[in-house]
């Protein structure tokens, strides 16, 4: 689903990289186009369409590129274009959102930190996707007192709260054994509640330490020392803004991919940034957190962690060449089109 803005432009890379890690393989995979976001309310009249819940609910995976533009900002809400992504995470019961910030060693430089504050960074940010203010009830705009008020409600029962957590203390179990789970305790009744079943399904995971972090001192936390971190366990919201923060660690957010999973195998794969009306049609957006979006989808939907690993060895060979999109080009890099990213990424694959 390439949806808007540079979406087509990412996706059309990761597909192309996807048959080509593939080939030869035992696995081969079939592409069902779908319309999603203001692309879908072009052709459709509607963000999510009938057909894409359809399609959707009966793949593996879904590939997505980016929804929204500026041209869909003063529709009704509910046809807007996050609306149609807020509507598949939801049909597909996507609750669990994996957003990985790693630095390849060759961008030290990219980012807009010192590159020993983010040498060696491999965090995992797990953002809770199907909850929260996002989607509780009630919500919209009333006329209280003779003026308008907006109002949203944030909520998150012990079941959102546990299977999120298990989620966290299993990769953790994979990884660094350290979970932070970061909330708003000290003003919120929701992190209050957060806090408690966190505590309480760590008692399940002995050997991982958990800690606790509010949300203000998270977001400084980042920037202050990232490395601390391991494994970052959030509410919807929170995890929202952190990720994209988290993803300037890497040099740009164009190299933030995600894999948005349910409890029956399915998973949605896109980068974590949007559809960049800014430099969309320009040929120049960094197509490489679709890519490794594309390489999650193999090792989470596919059970294929060998052929991801060949797509995140591949990045680091284009980057060790020296080839980079403008948002991470510096002086002494050279600086290529979303297609010459591809192309190059392709040549590695099939040699
Ligand atoms: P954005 O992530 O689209 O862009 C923020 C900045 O990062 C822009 O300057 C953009 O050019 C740059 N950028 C983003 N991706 C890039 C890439 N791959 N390569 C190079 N530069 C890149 O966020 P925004 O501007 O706040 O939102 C634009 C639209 O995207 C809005 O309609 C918003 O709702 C939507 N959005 C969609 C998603 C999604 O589909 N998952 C996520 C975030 C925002
Ligand atoms: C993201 C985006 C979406 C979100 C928007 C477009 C609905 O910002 O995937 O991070 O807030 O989840
Ligand atoms: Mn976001």
Known sequence: ?????????????????LE????????????IPGLIGGA?????????????????????????????????DNLDRPLRPERGLLGIRSAMGLFAN???AILYPQLADSSSLKSEVVAGLDILIVRELTGGAYFGQPRGIRVV??????????????????????????????????VCSVDKANVLETSELWREVMIRVSKDYPEVELSHMYVDNAA??????????????????????LSDQASMLTGSIGM???????????????????????????GIANPLATILSAAMLLRYSFGRADLAQRIESAVNDVLEQ???????????????????????MVAILRR
């Open 220 to 241: 400084m936390q980042l920037v202050r020392w990232p490395k601390q971190f391991d494994v970052i366990v959030t509410e919807n919201l929170f995890g929202d803004i």
């Open 20 to 31: 080509a890690v593939t080939e030869g393989t035992g696995l081969s995979l079939n592409f």
């Open 145 to 178: 007192d003779g003026q308008r008020e907006g109002f949203n409600t944030m909520h998150y029962n012990e079941m959102e709260i546990e299977r999120i957590g298990r989620v966290a203390f299993e990769a953790a179990m994979q990884r660094g054994r350290k």
């Open 322 to 344: 020296g080839l980079r999109t403008r948002d991470i080009c510096t002086k002494n890099d050279q600086e290529v089109s979303t297609q010459a990213m591809g192309d190059a």
């Open 1 to 17: 689903m390439p949806g808007d803005g540079i979406g087509p432009e990412i996706t059309e890379q990761a597909v192309r990289i």
């Open 40 to 72: 879908a309310y072009d052709a459709a009249g509607h963000p999510f369409p009938d057909a894409t819940r359809d399609a959707a609910l009966k793949a593996d995976a879904v590939l997505l590129g980016a929804v929204g533009g500026p041209q869909y």
């Open 98 to 100: 994996l957003r990985p």
């Open 256 to 282: 933030l991919p995600s894999a948005s999973l349910n409890d029956k195998g399915q998973g949605l794969y896109e980068p974590s940034h949007g559809s960049a009306p800014d430099i969309a049609g320009q």
